[in-house]
């Protein structure tokens, strides 16, 4: 009866302290990942903002998907209203800032196309969004660590690295969908061109060759009247 209730007690313990890791997961440093798509009609422009802390990290990266010429008009403004990057015409791009407190302005523009909207894809990830905790207040969720032979600091930061991996791996994820669907549009109009343009040639070979018989045949033609 006292090992099992030795036992009973070391596994409780354990299930405690796994339950207080999970929980002082919240006192870490986390990255927030979001993404979206959306139509940008031609002649217009679109700005999102985003409200950022001191210190932190802010890294967006778009892509055109859909639309001529598959390029858009970027750029991103700090607080205060100045520029922080600009890019003409570009198809994709990812830009990394270091923020100050405040609302950060990014903007899309297609003011430069009359008749071709675009589909736009973006995704943003904030990182160090909870700078004002102290990187040691999880060490206030450990009890009894004492009577375990386990060195606790390891065991975050192995899943921490794991969680960064795996944020990491979904990012990579969400932007190869992004490539793929550029690419599939892209072929699906290339394929609907092909299509048109082997039409038309058709139509022209055809008239060229009705055009030709009747030419051919107007030559053998004996236009001359014969009087009986």
Known sequence: MDVARTFFCVITVLFVIVCE?????A??????????????????KECFYQTMKKDASLEIE?????????DIDFYISSPSGQILYSDQHKSDGMHTIETEEGDYMFCFDNMFSTV????????????????????????????GTDMLDMKLEDIMYTIN?????????????????AFEARDRNLQESNYYRVNFWSVVNLV??????????YLVRSLFEDKRKIRT
């Open 62 to 70: 778009y892509q055109v998907l859909d639309g001529a010429g598959l």
């Open 204 to 213: 022209v070979m055809m008239l060229v060759s009705g055009v030709q018989v």
């Open 116 to 143: 071709s909207e675009k589909l736009i894809f973006f995704e943003l990830i904030l990182d160090n969004m909870d700078g004002d905790e102290e990187p040691d207040d999880w060490k206030e969720y450990v009890h």
């Open 161 to 177: 690295n794991v969680k960064a991996r795996l944020g990491k791996s979904v990012q990579i994820q969400t932007v190869l969908r």
């Open 27 to 44: 006192a870490f440093s986390q990255s927030l990942d979001s993404d979206f798509t959306f139509t940008l009609p031609a002649g217009r």
């Open 21 to 25: 890791r999970f929980l002082a997961l």
